[in-house]
Nanobody, 114 residues
Framework: QVQFVESGGGLVQPGGSLRLSCIASGFTFRIYEMSWYRQAPGKEREFIARIGSSGGVTNYADSVKGRFTISRDNAKNTVSLQMNSLKSEDTAVYYC???????WGQGTQVTVSS
């Protein structure tokens, strides 16, 4: 079955960096567009970034543009999110997802606080 395992979250101070990873399985990873989403307490899940199947096209939400970078390794079925210049408003649970598939992973918690 389709599975996503996110990791790399944690507690970081404002201005710090984290790198999230998502290992996917159960489908042909290399042909799917992949995205990262996040959900903050009391808020709806929101789109953060997407990357095309070959990695050549990327898009970002305005709130993270210039600070976050999405990448993928099709040989390892992995999509990553490099997060720099973190702010308190980036605090959320972060999820990866394949376009067109309904499954979600358990997410990884990111907390930005001094």
């Amino acid at each position: 079955q389709v599975q996503f395992v996110e990791s790399g979250g944690g507690l970081v101070q404002p201005g710090g960096s984290l790198r999230l990873s998502c290992i996917a399985s159960g489908f042909t990873f290399r042909i799917y567009e992949m995205s990262w989403y996040r959900q903050a307490p009391g808020k709806e899940r929101e789109f953060i970034a997407r990357i095309g199947s070959s990695g050549g096209v990327t898009n970002y939400a305005d709130s993270v543009k210039g600070r976050f970078t999405i990448s993928r390794d099709n040989a390892k079925n992995t999509v990553s999110l490099q997060m720099n210049s973190l702010k308190s408003e980036d605090t959320a649970v972060y999820y990866c997802k394949a376009r067109g598939l309904v499954s979600w992973g358990q997410g990884t918690q990111v907390t930005v606080s001094s």
